[in-house]
């Protein structure tokens, strides 16, 4: 007959008693069994009794996911829970690291000594000070690595029992892309995709506008911190018009990195193989695309790695997308260079329209002042020589060696102040019909570029001239670095010369010259030769 509390959770042995054996089950241990227990047997001759004390354990769980993703260079929390109703007594916790039949140590607690991270997790792994109470006993791990990739055990145990649960981190890393501009290839354009920082192993494609396949030559390498670096190559010919992308993904996330570039129909021009990439009509849309993949990466990152404010997203969108908009300023700059470098023309000096204190050298490309010993009998203000071609409509380009001279102007001048000249006024230049660029010791003339120089490390040794009478405007390169100096908008619809002012020299001496450079080759090497022997003309 069962107390009334424990019907249907006692018994007794059904044929126990022969061998004297009376021992009670009790089905369903809960909590409140806890106490002290009185067995008495009585006979018709005599009694007997006996006492036990029992004490409950609980025999709880711990689960945590099968799975989670970390993100390279963050912090991740491994999740572990103990499913227990009451504080547990002597807990110790320990964090091991399960690969290829290998275990480390990661994190040890115990309730006597505290804390004990693994050799080689020092300063990078915490349990929750207060989690305890609450049955989470999580593994905080700082600063992500490739390295930390494995299945992790969550072992905890009680002075009476002990569980344990698995999971499996699996680690992430993006990279930012660039796009550059190789030079010509056969009859088109070879570009170059590189990034840096991606884990797993990344994919690459390249695509057209109409999301065609381009073939590419792709290298990808992985560095110390098993980091992988890409490098592909695709080369663009007339045949893809439009949009090129150059696709990066890391399939374990399905994040996706990916730069443009759009290619107008006059990419490719059919007179010569050599000029394609001079050519280059595009509208960079790296701004847009990247900064669309930067929040897509920031959505991802904020759900599986630690929050950040929203000050600090936004502090971080904004230097994103400076310095995006500097990287497409950089490249819509050097493509215009080397557009403009396309349009090249023979300079040669006019011997018969120049200073008498100047000689030209015999191929006429260099020229040079030389002051003579006695008082001048001419005055120096304008010691010029203008080029013997004039244009009158379309796109020239021209070069300049300066030859480390801190005095010099080049630019051009209208035909009405070539004749005045060649008619001998050279104690000024007008006002009008002359634009130019000039230095005097250093500083740059106009202001703006002198501005734009100053910021630079190294002054410009080669100015590029681009004359465009198609948009009334001149441009000035630094070739050194394919970079603008300097765009001036010219008014006058007229015949323009260029001009060359090299510098001063003392007395008997001779000054620093300058040199016209006809060299077209694609990486215009600033190795530069001129027949230096010169012929003082009258």
Request: hydrophobic share 35%; charged share 25%.
């Amino acid at each position: 007959m069962p107390g009334p509390k424990y019907r249907g959770r006692t018994a007794l042995p059904k044929d126990g008693f022969a061998s004297g054996k009376v021992s009670l089950t009790l089905k369903g241990v809960e909590p409140a069994d806890e106490g002290t227990y009185s067995c008495i047997v009585k006979s018709r001759d005599w009694s007997a009794d006996a006492t036990t004390t029992l004490s409950t354990a609980e025999n709880f769980e711990v689960t945590s996911p099968q799975t989670i993703t970390g993100f390279v260079g963050q912090d991740i929390v491994l999740p572990c829970q103990i499913s227990s109703s009451k504080p547990l007594d002597s807990i110790e916790v320990q964090w091991k690291k399960i690969t290829a039949g290998q275990i480390e140590n990661v994190h040890l607690y115990k309730q006597q000594s505290g804390d004990m991270p693994g050799p080689k997790y020092r300063g990078r792994t915490a349990l929750p000070k207060d989690g305890f109470a609450s049955g989470k006993v999580s593994l905080t791990l700082k600063g992500v690595e490739p390295a930390d990739e494995g299945t992790y055990s969550c072992i905890v145990k009680s002075r009476d029992w002990s569980a344990d649960a698995t999971t499996t981190l699996s680690t992430a890393a993006t990279g930012k892309i660039s796009l550059e501009i190789l030079g010509p290839q056969g009859q088109g354009v070879k570009l170059a995709c590189r990034s840096h920082g991606w884990f797993p192993k990344p994919v690459v494609h390249w695509v057209t506008q109409n999301e065609q396949s381009l073939s590419s030559d792709t290298a990808i390498h992985q560095d110390s911190k098993q980091l992988f670096s890409v490098l592909s190559q695709a080369t663009v010919t007339g045949e893809e018009m439009g949009e090129v992308t150059c696709q990066i993904l890391n399939t374990l996330v399905q994040t996706k990195e990916e730069a443009s570039i759009r290619f107008s129909s006059a990419a490719f021009p059919q007179t010569s193989p050599w000029l394609p990439a001079f050519w280059i009509l595009f509208t960079l849309f790296v701004l847009s695309v990247a900064a669309s993949a930067f929040m897509v990466f920031k959505v991802i990152a904020k759900q599986k790695t630690s929050k950040k404010t929203a000050a600090e997203e936004e502090k971080l969108n904004i230097q994103e997308t400076r310095e995006l908009e500097e990287q497409c300023d950089s490249l819509r700059s050097e493509l215009e260079f080397r557009r403009a470098r396309s349009y090249m023309v023979t300079i040669t000096l006019d011997t018969a329209c120049k200073h008498p204190e100047l000689t030209v050298s015999s191929d006429l490309r260099t020229v040079q002042h030389e002051s003579p010993t006695q008082e001048p009998s001419v005055e120096p203000q304008l010691p010029i020589v203008v080029a013997r071609e004039g244009f009158a409509s379309g796109q020239q380009y021209w070069e300049v060696q300066l030859w480390d001279g801190l005095d010099w102007e080049v630019g051009v001048l209208t035909e009405s102040v070539r004749e005045n000249l060649k008619k001998g006024s050279w104690q000024d230049l007008p006002e009008h019909g002359v634009c130019s660029l000039r230095r005097v010791k250093e500083k740059f003339l106009p202001e703006e570029a002198n501005t734009v120089i100053q910021q630079r490390t190294e002054k410009p040794t080669v100015v590029g001239v681009d004359l465009d009478l198609s948009q009334s405007t001149l441009s000035f390169y630094d070739v050194a670095v394919s970079a603008s100096i300097l765009k001036i908008s010219i008014e006058e619809s007229t015949k323009f010369y260029p001009f060359f002012r090299p510098g001063l020299g003392k007395a008997g001496e001779k000054g620093k010259p300058l040199s016209i450079n006809n060299n077209t080759d694609w990486d215009f090497p600033q190795t530069f030769k001129s027949d230096m022997r010169f012929a003082k003309a009258s």
